[in-house]
């Protein structure tokens, strides 16, 4: 069974610049969630889609975005990239928004220039 | 506000050493605790899960056990090996609808042969 795959590998912007990054789930899970992992700063809740719907969202501006398609995978937006936006940004997956256990991607790098 | 600290930062131990890593959250109010594993510039990978109800969860080699009324847990790895170098993550779930993880910044573990 394939894991949750996320691409790219590795991406490189420069400041203002739009980034995309996109998920896709294991086979048969409906939750996805995005992490942002920074240098010092830990593992920070993102978003947090299930079936189609937005379900939660953690402390950080409009400029990050995403959405949900209708076969679960997912794409985080980030609009006007700014040099601490540099990060690993993980994405998860599980069965549903009541099962625990996530699943993560590898993650996608970031660097903002 | 939820907080999850794990202290050490950091830890290098002699193979074939029995360990104990600690977490400890501020809120006793929680669904569900989970520790997980990263290895450098990958995702996470579950390795237990306990739910509020339960004082511990086992497999393999690992044992993590939950003091809620403390607001403590911890993970057991007995008889070390290199091959378990990685950083060890601790998140909990709080109580409440669509509540989301949140990590500690986890602790890195070194195994010396």
């Known amino acids: 069974e394939a894991g949750v795959t996320q691409s790219p590998t590795h991406l490189i912007k420069t400041r203002g610049q739009q980034a995309t990054l996109r998920c896709s789930p294991i086979?048969?899970?409906?939750?996805v969630y995005w992490y942002q992992q920074a240098l010092g700063l830990g593992l920070q809740f993102l978003l947090w889609?299930?079936?189609?719907?937005?379900?939660n969202r953690g402390n950080f501006p409009p400029r990050f975005s995403g959405r949900q398609f209708p076969n679960y995978s997912s794409e985080l937006n980030v609009n006007a990239l700014e040099l601490e936006d540099s990060a690993l940004y993980l994405c998860?997956?599980?069965?549903?928004?009541?099962?625990?256990?996530?699943?993560f991607g590898p993650g996608t790098r970031l660097t903002v220039l | 506000k939820q907080e999850v600290t794990q202290i050490p930062a950091a830890l290098s131990v002699p193979e074939g050493e029995n360990l104990v890593l600690n977490c400890s959250f501020t809120?006793?109010?929680?669904?569900?605790l989970q520790w997980f594993r990263q290895d450098p510039g990958k995702g996470l990978t579950s390795l237990l899960l306990?739910?509020?109800?339960?004082r511990e969860q086992t497999s393999g080699r690992l044992n993590a056990s939950l003091d809620k009324s403390s607001g403590r847990s911890t993970l057991y790895i007995a008889a070390s090996q290199p091959g378990d170098s990685a950083t060890y993550l601790c998140?909990?779930?709080?109580?409440?609808?669509?509540?989301?993880?949140?990590f500690g910044k986890g602790i890195t573990l070194s195994v010396r042969p």
């Open positions: 998860a997956s599980s069965l549903s928004f009541s099962t625990d256990t996530q699943y």
């Open positions: 306990i739910q509020s109800s339960q």
């Open positions: 086979s048969g899970h409906t939750s």
């Open positions: 998140a909990v779930r709080p109580t409440g609808a669509n509540s989301k993880l949140t």
């Open positions: 809120d006793s109010a929680i669904y569900n």
């Open positions: 889609y299930d079936e189609g719907e937005e379900r």
